[in-house]
Structures are given as structure tokens and as C-alpha cells.
């Protein structure tokens, strides 16, 4: 258990909606990211907020988008769903980026989507 | 962030020291290799990571070449249960692309009984 939680599990709705996908990082951890795996393309990093604010923007589209709250949870939104957002979405957490230079991500066990 | 190439796959004997190489000839003097593993559509987890010393955890240990240009990780007495995918992630200790991990297609390890 890497104390990151991540709800819900799974995740089945039609094309055109709209879901929250929501990570809570482990306890301490300022940075949080989230990760999109597919099975056509990997994993791959979505973006990254730190302490509240976006850090690092990856491959996510401008049907996604993302926030982190002041109690660091974290929630990833995605609109206008469609077949090709089917994946695994995982969130991780670390300690601080800008003081510890070798700050490692430690990850959830994902939320399944599945777009129909 | 330099790349990595990694073998699609090896095989390995319960009981049995599991090595798994990573090439990354482009790295640079302030990038760390990372290794994560990924059971069955779990979350990634966590390893080990070192930029030039060899380290060891209780997990497993990495080998990293006097060049850089080439890492092993070593787990000494693999299980049924270290069947999985592993990724060796090159990462800068700073700038912009610090924090995302870039993940490749990894090595499919298979642990046989």
C-alpha cells in the first residue's frame, strides 16, 4: 500500500459526459500527478500540481483538466468522454519537488474508466 | 530527457537472481535512473534510483556503470509474485521536466515455478 487512494475504482459511462476522478495523496506529500495508460499508448504523464498550484503540463487535453485543493486532495476532471479516453488513470504523490532532489512518486492503484 | 531501451521481455527461475538491463547512452551528469514495476495493471511501485553509486534496498539492488550509460537491476531471489513490468525511467534532478516520469514499454519479467 503506497498510502495513495484513489476513487473511485472503476469508472463506466457513455460518450459526451463528463466524470471526477479524485486522488488523495499520501500524508505530507505536497506534489501530486496524474498519469493516463492506455493501452495504445503507455503510460503517460497528464500534469502535475504542487501545493496547490499546476507545476508541469504533459500530453493532456483540452478536455481534461485538473486541481488540487488546500487539503491537497487532488481531482482530475474529463469532459465531452470519448471511446479513445477509455484507460487507466493513476495518480501519484511525493514529498516536495523543489527540496529534495531525488523526490520519489509514489503511486495509486488507479481508477479504471470506461467509455461506452 | 534521455531515452531508454529496455528488452520486451525475459524470463527467470523462481529462487533464481532476476537482472534486468537498461541502456540509456544519452543520459546526462545530473539525471537519475529510476526503476519502477507495474503488476498486472496495478500502480506502478517504486524501486530503486541511483545516479552514479550502485544502491541497494530491500527490494533490490542497481548496477550502474562506471560511464552511466547502462544500468542492471538486480532482484536476488526473484518469486512468482516479482512477475511484472519494468521500467527504467531516466528523470533530471531539476529543471522544468523534473517532475514527470516518462515511461517506456519496459521489460515483461516472467518468473517460472
Known amino acids: 500500500d503506497s498510502g495513495v487512494t484513489q476513487t473511485p475504482k472503476h469508472l463506466i459511462t457513455a460518450t459526451g459526459q463528463r466524470v471526477t476522478l479524485r486522488c488523495s495523496p499520501r500524508s505530507g506529500d505536497l506534489s501530486v500527478y496524474w498519469y493516463q495508460q492506455s493501452l495504445d499508448q503507455g503510460l503517460q504523464f497528464l500534469i502535475q500540481y504542487y501545493n496547490g498550484e499546476e507545476r508541469a503540463k504533459g500530453n493532456i487535453l483540452e478536455r481534461f483538466s485538473a486541481q488540487q485543493f488546500p487539503d491537497l486532495h487532488s481531482e482530475l476532471n474529463l469532459s465531452s468522454l470519448e471511446l479513445g479516453d477509455s484507460a487507466l488513470y493513476f495518480c501519484?504523490?511525493?514529498?516536495?519537488?523543489?527540496?529534495?532532489?531525488?523526490?520519489?512518486?509514489?503511486f495509486g492503484p488507479g481508477t479504471r474508466l470506461t467509455v461506452l | 530527457d534521455a531515452k531508454t531501451t529496455q528488452p520486451p521481455s525475459m524470463d527467470c527461475a523462481e529462487g533464481r537472481a532476476a537482472n534486468l538491463p537498461c541502456n540509456h547512452s544519452t543520459i546526462s551528469g545530473n539525471e537519475y535512473v529510476y526503476w519502477y514495476r507495474q503488476i498486472h495493471s496495478q500502480g506502478p511501485q517504486y524501486i530503486i534510483h541511483g545516479l552514479k553509486n550502485n544502491e541497494t534496498n530491500e527490494m533490490a539492488s542497481l548496477i550502474i556503470t562506471e560511464d552511466r550509460k547502462s544500468s542492471t537491476l538486480i532482484l536476488p531471489h526473484a518469486t512468482l509474485r516479482d512477475t511484472a513490468v519494468y521500467y527504467c525511467?531516466?528523470?533530471?534532478?531539476?529543471?522544468?521536466?523534473?517532475?514527470?516520469?516518462?515511461f517506456g514499454q519496459g521489460t515483461i519479467l516472467t518468473v517460472h515455478p
Open positions: 501519484a504523490s511525493s514529498v516536495d519537488l523543489l527540496v529534495f532532489s531525488t523526490d520519489t512518486q509514489y
Open positions: 525511467i531516466v528523470r533530471p534532478r531539476g529543471g522544468t521536466s523534473y517532475g514527470k516520469l516518462t
